[in-house]
């Protein structure tokens, strides 16, 4: 019986991460009960498209990455994989598809 290596627990993915296959349902899911095409709860701005997501990637990586004063998502925490994957979107160029 030969001896099987452990899978590496958390693997750093290789493909590129794009908005639609990767960071759309993220900001979806956590983002857009305020920063929906209406921006609502003092929202200063819709996060509902490619264009918008993109431009605004610089504020969504500090807001997520706070850990005081200003996090986002209020209600919650994006998870290591998910802010890892939005800060791999920005390395990667942004890509839509």
């Not at 493909?15 to 990767?22: F, G, L, R």
């Not at 993109?54 to 997520?64: A, C, E, F, P, Q």
């Not at 998910?82 to 160029?93: A, E, P, S, V």
Request: include cysteine.
């Amino acid at each position: 019986m030969t001896a099987q290596p452990d899978p590496d627990p958390d693997p750093t993915p290789t493909e590129k991460v794009t908005y639609n296959a990767d960071i759309k349902s993220i900001i979806t899911s956590n983002c857009t009960s305020c920063h929906g095409s209406t921006p609502s709860n003092n929202a200063p701005m819709s996060l509902t498209t490619y264009a918008q997501v993109s431009s605004y990637i610089n504020s969504i990586l500090d807001r997520i990455n706070r850990t005081g004063a200003g996090k986002m998502p209020v209600n919650g925490t994006l998870s290591t994989t998910q802010k890892n994957l939005i800060q791999k979107w920005k390395d990667d160029g942004l890509l839509e598809n």
